[in-house]
């Protein structure tokens, strides 16, 4: 039986150590910041991005891996004769997907992409457990029935505290940016089918605290939560008061509390973070 190599992108959150113990190849995303183009866990960080982010004189710009970057991944993973099972971001935030499948179509190696439907840590939550499993010799679809289970149980949410990255990124019209940041609204949103829905709007951080106890709420109520991850662009009152809650609520569930990466750092901006998790009801 061939074995399995998982391969996946940037936008991932994982620590340098579950990208060693798993042996998950990463093929990175680049990010130009006024004019300097940086690879992603190469020449740039999650911490060292936000602040050249703010100082910026224009918003960054991010950019999906090259098809060539793929296929290099997928040749080398799979040259030893091993399959290659590629999970990445949702397609609705990146054309990276789309770059992994033609690469796919492109490489010697035997290779299946899939969307995962989501990104950070709800992207790393499927990468683990398909890794794990392909240490232990699990075959490709025993991976990819397992994954498409935890892609079913997973939740995130996402906190825009400025619309300002938006606006500038050209996501919103400039004038509904103006007046929904004079108004200081906040928005609530979910990845949810692998689209970004906003679910609460409201003023000041008062509906944001609402919105997060909404979801703790919930959480409190769903059987057997596996892991935790909370990624932030920059520490917020509501961000550390929303993990000290989670903390004390799950002290026996992992929790992965971290930057996030460029890409979602570009697009939710100053103080927006994400409340991430997945449950095995069975």
Same mark, same amino acid.
């Given at each position: 039986?061939?074995?399995?190599?998982?391969?996946?992108?940037?936008?991932?959150?994982?620590?340098?150590?579950?990208?060693?113990?798993?042996?998950?190849?990463?093929?990175?995303?680049?990010?130009?910041?006024?004019?300097?183009?940086?690879?992603?866990?190469? =020449?740039?960080?999650?911490?060292?991005?936000? +602040?050249?982010?703010?100082?910026?004189? /224009?918003?960054?710009?991010?950019?999906?891996?090259?098809?060539?970057?793929?296929?290099?991944?997928?040749?080398?993973?799979?040259?030893?004769?091993?399959?290659?099972?590629?999970?990445?971001?949702?397609?609705? %935030?990146?054309?990276?997907?789309?770059?992994?499948?033609?690469?796919? &179509?492109?490489?010697?190696?035997?290779?299946?992409?899939? /969307?995962?439907?989501? =990104?950070?840590?709800?992207?790393?939550?499927?990468?683990?457990?398909?890794? $794990?499993?392909?240490?232990? !010799?699990?075959?490709?679809?025993?991976?990819? *029935? =397992?994954?498409?289970?935890?892609?079913?149980?997973?939740?995130?949410?996402?906190?825009?505290?400025?619309?300002?990255?938006?606006?500038?990124?050209?996501?919103?019209? +400039? %004038?509904?940016?103006? %007046? &929904?940041?004079?108004? *200081?609204?906040?928005? !609530?949103?979910?990845?949810? /089918?692998?689209?970004?829905?906003?679910?609460?709007?409201?003023?000041?951080?008062?509906?944001? @605290?609402?919105?997060?106890?909404?979801?703790?709420?919930?959480?409190?109520? &769903?059987?057997? %939560? $596996?892991?935790?991850?909370?990624?932030?662009?920059?520490? =917020?009152?509501?961000?550390?008061?929303?993990?000290?809650?989670?903390?004390?609520?799950?002290?026996?569930?992992?929790?992965?509390?971290?930057? &996030?990466?460029?890409?979602?750092?570009?697009?939710?901006? @100053?103080?927006?973070?994400?409340?991430?998790?997945?449950?095995?009801?069975?």
């Amino acid at each position: 039986m061939a074995k399995v190599k998982i391969v996946t992108d940037s936008s991932v959150q994982l620590s340098d150590e579950e990208v060693k113990q798993y042996d998950i190849t990463v093929v990175p995303l680049t990010v130009m910041i006024d004019g300097t183009v940086y690879v992603e866990r190469d =020449t740039i960080n999650n911490e060292q991005f936000v +602040p050249k982010m703010l100082a910026a004189k /224009d918003l960054p710009k991010t950019s999906q891996p090259p098809v060539g970057k793929f296929i290099e991944a997928f040749d080398e993973a799979g040259k030893d004769g091993s399959q290659v099972l590629c999970i990445n971001m949702l397609q609705a %935030i990146s054309g990276t997907v789309h770059a992994a499948e033609q690469a796919a &179509t492109l490489s010697k190696s035997d290779v299946e992409v899939v /969307d995962s439907e989501f =990104t950070d840590r709800g992207l790393s939550f499927q990468v683990l457990a398909a890794a $794990k499993l392909a240490q232990e !010799g699990a075959d490709r679809q025993t991976i990819l *029935n =397992t994954i498409a289970k935890i892609r079913q149980n997973t939740k995130l949410y996402l906190c825009v505290m400025t619309l300002d990255n938006i606006v500038k990124g050209g996501r919103l019209h +400039p %004038i509904a940016g103006a %007046i &929904t940041n004079f108004l *200081n609204l906040k928005l !609530g949103l979910q990845v949810a /089918d692998g689209k970004l829905k906003v679910i609460s709007k409201g003023r000041g951080d008062k509906s944001l @605290r609402k919105f997060f106890g909404k979801i703790i709420d919930d959480m409190k109520n &769903t059987k057997a %939560i $596996k892991m935790i991850g909370v990624s932030y662009v920059t520490e =917020t009152d509501v961000l550390k008061d929303t993990v000290q809650q989670l903390k004390e609520l799950f002290p026996d569930v992992p929790l992965y509390y971290r930057t &996030t990466s460029p890409i979602i750092a570009t697009h939710v901006g @100053r103080g927006g973070f994400a409340l991430i998790y997945y449950s095995d009801p069975d």
